[in-house]
């Protein structure tokens, strides 16, 4: 089932994301990887990378993982993208087949007390809204008809680790991407369930289904590393204790992943994946969750 499909059923998403190959990286290795899981996840997000200059075809990699038979979901970034550039981006992606578009910052994440420091998913929602709502009628933000109109199911980032504390800037954001169309909310990673429980209420006041982000993670280090170079104490040290104490490390890890999916069953409509460069293991969490 497509991610279309499976919101529109209310049926449990499980979705995850891939990075693009960079250089001179095979994407038929990515597919490779992959295929254990078609057919048990509703789609795979293609995440845009530039790394020493060396930019990631995410479209492309669309296009490829389209072909292999997987739902790709279109991942972008709005800010440091004009009107052009951005329609230039989606019609593309709409010709390669892609039919899912997901936005946020380009920032992961900002920390700070101050408004402008606040943490929070900005997408830039005019002009995302200005664009869409052209090639939507089939033609560019300059008036030139299109070969087709497009039509994405959209998918918005927000900020989970408020709890019911979620700032007014926020509310607001994810209002005015209700109002574009948002067919769902992407969280930030999930770890606190009982915190995670005191967001969705207030989430829910859009209506608007929301996926929860959870990582895989499968050694002490990762966690570590992923507190020290993208997000202090995005990781809890009890998780990072559990997996650092334990004898059978793989199994410390997919317990932790059974557990935080188990628990975001009744409070969510489904989770987005993120192994980390594990995608050849991808299945093995997903046989333990019982997901698909």
Same mark, same amino acid.
């Given at each position: 089932?497509?991610?279309?499909?499976?919101?529109?059923?209310?049926?449990? %998403?499980v979705? *995850? !994301? /891939?990075?693009?190959?960079?250089?001179?990286? @095979?994407?038929?290795?990515?597919? &490779?990887? +992959? =295929?254990?899981?078609?057919?048990?996840?509703?789609? %795979?997000?293609? *995440? !845009? /990378?530039?790394?020493?200059?060396?930019?990631? @075809?995410?479209?492309?990699t669309? &296009?490829? +993982? =389209?072909?292999?038979?997987?739902?790709?979901?279109?991942?972008?970034?709005?800010?440091?993208?004009n009107?052009?550039?951005?329609?230039?981006?989606?019609?593309?992606?709409?010709?390669?087949?892609?039919?899912?578009?997901?936005?946020?910052?380009?920032?992961?994440?900002i920390?700070?007390?101050?408004?402008?420091?606040?943490?929070?998913?900005?997408?830039?929602?005019?002009?995302?809204?200005?664009?869409?709502?052209?090639?939507?009628?089939g033609?560019?933000?300059?008036?030139?008809?299109?070969?087709?109109?497009?039509?994405?199911?959209?998918?918005?980032?927000?900020e989970?680790?408020?709890?019911?504390?979620?700032?007014?800037?926020?509310?607001?954001e994810?209002?005015?991407?209700?109002?574009?169309?948002?067919?769902?909310?992407?969280?930030?990673?999930?770890?606190?369930?009982?915190?995670?429980?005191?967001?969705?209420?207030?989430?829910?006041?859009?209506?608007?289904?929301?996926?929860?982000?959870?990582?895989?993670?499968?050694?002490?280090?990762?966690?570590?590393?992923?507190?020290?170079?993208?997000?202090?104490?995005?990781?809890?040290?009890?998780?990072?204790?559990?997996?650092?104490?334990?004898?059978?490390?793989?199994r410390?890890?997919?317990?932790?992943?059974?557990?935080?999916?188990?628990?975001l069953?009744?409070?969510?409509?489904?989770?987005?994946?993120?192994?980390?460069?594990?995608?050849?293991?991808?299945?093995?969490?997903?046989?333990?969750?019982?997901?698909?």
């Open positions: 089932m497509n991610l279309k499909d499976a919101l529109k059923k209310k049926r449990f %998403v979705t *995850s !994301e /891939v990075q693009a190959p960079l250089g001179d990286d @095979d994407p038929e290795e990515l597919v &490779e990887s +992959l =295929k254990r899981v078609r057919g048990r996840v509703d789609g %795979v997000s293609v *995440s !845009e /990378v530039e790394m020493e200059g060396i930019v990631g @075809d995410s479209i492309k669309c &296009e490829i +993982l =389209k072909q292999n038979r997987f739902n790709p979901i279109y991942q972008t970034t709005l800010r440091e993208k009107r052009i550039q951005l329609q230039k981006d989606l019609v593309l992606a709409h010709e390669s087949g892609v039919e899912n578009l997901l936005v946020f910052t380009e920032d992961y994440r920390t700070g007390d101050s408004l402008q420091e606040m943490m929070f998913f900005h997408v830039d929602s005019g002009k995302l809204a200005s664009v869409l709502a052209y090639i939507r009628e033609s560019t933000v300059d008036g030139k008809e299109l070969a087709s109109r497009a039509e994405f199911i959209l998918g918005s980032g927000v989970s680790a408020w709890g019911k504390n979620v700032p007014e800037l926020e509310m607001k994810m209002e005015t991407m209700t109002d574009i169309g948002a067919g769902y909310f992407l969280t930030t990673p999930v770890f606190d369930l009982d915190r995670f429980e005191k967001f969705i209420k207030q989430a829910g006041t859009f209506n608007v289904p929301v996926i929860a982000e959870v990582l895989i993670l499968r050694t002490a280090g990762m966690g570590r590393f992923l507190n020290r170079h993208l997000k202090s104490g995005l990781v809890p040290d009890w998780t990072i204790q559990k997996l650092a104490r334990a004898k059978d490390k793989q410390a890890s997919i317990e932790l992943f059974t557990d935080t999916v188990t628990g069953r009744d409070l969510c409509q489904g989770v987005h994946i993120i192994t980390i460069g594990g995608e050849d293991k991808l299945g093995n969490y997903l046989d333990a969750a019982k997901l698909r």
